[in-house]
């Protein structure tokens, strides 16, 4: 079986033809928000329904990281490399100190609670970007069924602390990144589920103190929707999508796809070299060597 599609042939130069999709753990509900910690040689990932993080260490297996998890969503790590974590039950963004407590870096804007922050990224000056669709509060399956008080935004807290919502124009932000010269970000509008609401990336041009421009629709991700998605060392974007994870290049044409058997949620590069692409995809984590490394 292949475990790729080549669209484009220089897709051709960016897999391995001996390489697998290889499940590496199995039996969550929904996982989502992967995060790679080379200095501790693992993985972790959130199994939002189950309300917990798990760790997944190469040549070990699986453990719980924490539970409960506040049914926490997206990870990264800062540039002192803590964990900041989106939650959709503690309506906030927190961060993992080095002893372990933790640090509320954002739950509310103007005197509002956030809705159920769900993807966030740290840009080189050390500000946070999230974005704060209302997926989280919408049932209580993902978090807490409650009362929405603001609108679904993507926002930046910077270095100092201050909050600002610096897109307003989305229907459910979802995923986001930035180019690897930080002059683009990448931001997904999921829409409403059930619903005609877009269901696209957008691309906007980062300026001087770090404003943004721009927005036009840079890729429509089919099948599926864009939740999850991180770029490469050559400003390629990797996307989850229903049938696997989508390449699509600068220019927005697909140019190959990583078939994956579960849909995708959402991704990131991990393993020595950034070169190892790991997916979590419904009730299953994958990972996939590719002849390409990844951004953070
Ligand atoms: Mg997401």
New binding site residues.
């Given amino acids: 079986m292949s475990f790729f599609e080549i669209i484009d042939p220089a897709f051709g130069k960016f897999v391995l033809g001996n390489a697998p999709v290889k499940q590496i753990a199995t039996g969550f509900d929904w996982v989502?928000g992967p995060v790679w910690f080379g200095d501790l040689n693992c993985l972790l990932f959130s199994d939002i329904p189950n309300n917990r993080i798990m760790r997944w260490i190469p040549g070990v297996g699986t453990s719980v990281f924490r539970e409960p998890s506040n049914f926490s969503?997206?990870h990264t790590r800062d540039r002192q490399g803590r964990l900041v974590s989106c939650e959709h039950g503690g309506r906030r963004v927190t961060r993992t100190e080095f002893d372990g407590s933790i640090t509320v870096i954002a739950d509310s804007y103007e005197g509002k609670r956030l809705n159920s922050p769900?993807?966030v990224i740290v840009a080189s000056d050390g500000a946070i970007w999230f974005t704060d669709p209302h997926y989280g509060i919408a049932t209580d399956y993902e978090g807490h069924r409650s009362e929405q008080e603001l609108h679904c935004n993507v926002y930046r807290v910077d270095p100092s602390g201050t909050m600002q919502a610096v897109l307003t124009d989305f229907n459910c932000p979802?995923?986001l990144a930035f180019s690897p010269d930080e002059k683009k970000l990448y931001v997904a509008d999921t829409g409403r589920m059930h619903s005609g609401d877009p269901q696209h990336i957008r691309v906007f041009s980062v300026g001087e103190n770090w404003r943004l421009s721009g927005g036009e629709v840079f890729h429509v991700i089919s099948p599926g929707c864009a939740?999850?998605m991180r770029l490469d060392t050559d400003g390629n974007l990797w996307s989850s999508a229903a049938d696997g994870v989508h390449c699509i290049a600068p220019d927005g044409h697909v140019m190959g796809k990583i078939l994956v058997p579960e849909t995708v949620?959402?991704l990131c590069f991990g393993g020595r070299g950034k070169h190892r692409l790991f997916i979590t995809a419904t009730t299953s984590v994958y990972a996939i060597s590719l002849n390409r490394s990844g951004t953070l």
């Fill in positions: 989502e969503n997206g769900n993807d979802n995923g939740d999850g949620s959402n």
